[in-house]
């Protein structure tokens, strides 16, 4: 299936409208209310409100059990767009750095595709468009409101924009994203003139030896890729007083479980260990984060094969490295058999950069792909019971 050429503009014209009004997590009002326009324009199932300005669109094909939930994020994020495009971010301060206005416009395209063919297949499509996944986590949110009922979920499908080439799309089974996970260390000393360390115990010093040991930790049992990163150190406020107290900000991320449990293990020894020995204490607040997305191996190799078609398929190419980005799509890759799978829009379009410009010929791919891989799964899932 390839979209028309009319389509195609109408599908870029959106995703400039989206990204001409970016709104942060939970205040996507202005997206939600075109989002639900165009999906009621169409003539599909809509409720809104779900996870407060979270959307779910379901399309039922002629009859047939299965569903396959799509998901969108819709969110943006707290950046100043600095290319020079007319559609240029009008909400100072905020911008679809990430591509959620790709991932909204693909998705509302292709349910445009997949409802004026409906009559042709069994079967349901859940079209879930997500608030809030670079902050607060609005998957998990919609799934505590029922989204993966009426009618229960069977896999569910999602893309993410790449630096990669327009025309690529990279997957693979198993981790595809790290747990995203933050900790923030509080350290007490004793603080005093800066003349006399002796009578001191400095947290700045402790904070130094905790960041030195942080990144010298070694893999755990598990032996998988893991990064931790201390981003911020803040302690003191001029050259000669010692500070009561020193807080170090930073990220932990993980692609399994085992070494998940690890990090936050060893984070928290080292910590008791560098303050214990000098007579200060310290405090670990850990933020358990989304949890990692693990891509099904059956859909993953339906997906790349539905890609492959339409692509090529030397240009359905697996990651080289797991990515250390975290994505709340774990949450529904948690309860059913999932697939995220990488959409290139240019090699040199970095997420969450200031001059994101993405390549829009990326949109129609992205359609073509998601209502083929749609119909075929439905097609073999609806034969075929070993989905359930
Ligand atoms: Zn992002
Ligand atoms: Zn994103």
């Not at 240029?88 to 004026?116: P, R, W, Y």
């Not at 997957?171 to 002796?198: C, M, N, W």
């Not at 090529?312 to 799978?341: R, T």
């Not at 949109?363 to 792909?369: L, N």
């Amino acid at each position: 299936m390839k979209i028309s050429a009319e389509r195609e503009r109408e599908f870029i014209a959106l995703r400039r409208e989206l990204h001409k009004y970016p709104e942060l997590g939970l205040e996507e009002y202005k997206t939600s209310k075109l989002i639900a326009e165009y999906l009621q324009d169409l003539g599909i199932e809509v409720t809104t409100g779900i996870a407060k300005t979270g959307v779910v669109g379901l399309i039922q094909g002629k009859s047939g059990s299965k569903t396959l939930l799509i998901r969108a994020d819709i969110d943006a994020l707290p950046i100043t767009e600095t290319a020079e495009i007319e559609f240029k971010s009008q909400n100072a301060g905020v911008m679809h750095a990430c591509g959620h206005d790709f991932h909204t416009a693909i998705l509302l395209g292709t349910a445009k595709e997949l409802f004026s063919v409906r009559d042709s297949f069994k079967g349901n499509i859940k079209l879930i468009f997500q608030p809030a996944e670079e902050s607060f986590g609005g998957a998990e949110q919609m799934i505590k409101e029922g989204v993966m009922n009426s009618p229960e979920v069977d896999a569910a499908v999602c893309y993410h924009v790449a630096p990669l080439p327009v025309g690529t799309v990279e997957l693979q089974s198993g981790a595809v994203t790290a747990a995203p996970d933050y900790f923030q260390i509080h350290i007490k000393g004793r603080g005093g003139h800066g003349s006399a360390p002796e009578d001191c115990i400095n947290p700045v010093v402790i904070a130094a030896a905790i960041t030195n040991r942080l990144g010298e930790i070694k893999a755990g049992k598990a032996d998988t890729p893991f990064v931790v990163s201390v981003c911020s150190i803040a302690g003191g406020t001029c050259e000669n007083v010692i500070p009561d107290t020193a807080t170090i900000k930073g990220t932990s991320r993980s692609t399994d479980k085992e070494t998940r449990r690890y990090l936050y293990e060893t984070i928290k020894s080292i910590c008791e260990e560098e303050a214990g020995r000098e007579g200060a204490a310290a405090s670990v607040d850990y933020n358990f984060r989304y949890p990692i997305v693990i891509n099904d191996e059956g859909l993953t190799s339906d997906f790349a094969e539905t890609a492959g078609a339409l692509l090529g398929q030397e240009n359905v190419v697996k990651p080289q490295k797991i990515s250390m980005v975290g994505d709340d799509f774990s949450y529904f890759s948690e309860l059913v058999p999932s697939c995220y799978a990488r959409l290139g829009v240019g090699e040199s379009n970095l997420l969450h950069t200031p001059n994101f410009n993405p390549d829009e010929r990326a949109i129609a791919i992205g359609v073509d792909i998601m209502t083929d891989f749609a119909l075929s799964f439905l097609q073999r899932s609806e034969s075929d019971d070993r989905i359930r």
